[in-house]
């Protein structure tokens, strides 16, 4: 099983969905845990369970909603006689620095940090890894860069920089430029409404990102690999 941390303060909820897709779709079993601070995916994810916490399937995919961290979700999960090493990949979605906290004990084997450059959203990107730091101070701090419906210019790049790499960060070298247009929205707004994740109704250059990235986290694989089995999956 690996832990993916997908942190960042944007809305990426539609990219969680779609990176747990693909990776279903690669043949890999998936649970997303929702460790937003509004609780987003209980509001997309639909679910007849009306309890404050639960774990529910989407599109193949399971998602835990509702949990206040990583521990209760093993509580959970125990009581319902489910071992976490089922699934191949966990998705960890975290937004700002107190849902980080609550879930700092995740034990996490490889980070995104998902970036918008408008001010708020580096600012809040700011107060999410010096809690990190704040948390883990001996702790190395490793992420791979998603530049998420973002325009970077050099002034933005430049100030990003400064502010994030106060609390001795390191980048890898896995950058990835997740752009949307029109298209691409309203496939989510789609896939949202039908219950229906159709990857390859997304853009040609999504779809090329998104292929580069799968293989990235799965290691074995090639993009023009991931590439064909999501053509050729039927929903």
């Not at 942190?7 to 649970?31: C, H, P, Q, W």
């Not at 992420?143 to 609390?167: H, P």
């Amino acid at each position: 099983m690996q832990i993916i941390g997908m942190y960042g303060y944007v809305d990426k909820y539609d990219f969680v969905i779609a990176t747990a897709r693909a990776l279903n779709i690669m043949g890999r079993s998936v649970l997303v845990i929702d460790a937003t601070s509004d609780k987003k995916y209980k509001y997309i994810i639909p679910s007849i369970d009306n309890s404050e916490k639960y774990v529910t399937q989407y599109g193949e995919i399971d998602f835990a909603i509702g949990f206040e961290s990583y521990e209760s979700l093993l509580e959970y999960l125990n009581e319902k006689n489910i071992d976490i090493e089922k699934y191949s990949y966990v998705l960890l979605d975290v937004e700002n620095a107190d849902m980080y906290s609550k879930f700092k004990t995740t034990p996490v084997n490889k980070s995104y940090m998902y970036i918008d450059t408008n001010v708020l959203s580096v600012a809040k990107n700011e107060e999410l890894v010096r809690r990190m730091r704040e948390d883990n101070p001996e702790k190395e701090l490793v992420f791979s860069k998603i530049l998420y419906r973002a325009y970077l210019s050099r002034a933005a790049t430049n100030y990003l920089e400064e502010k994030i790499n106060n609390y001795a960060v390191k980048w890898s070298n896995e950058v990835y430029d997740i752009s949307t247009d029109e298209q691409d929205m309203m496939v989510n707004i789609d896939s949202e409404f039908s219950g229906l994740i159709d990857l390859r109704k997304h853009t040609k250059t999504y779809i090329m990102y998104m292929c580069e990235y799968i293989s990235k986290i799965l290691g074995d694989t090639t993009p023009k690999e991931v590439l064909k089995e999501i053509k050729r999956r039927r929903n």
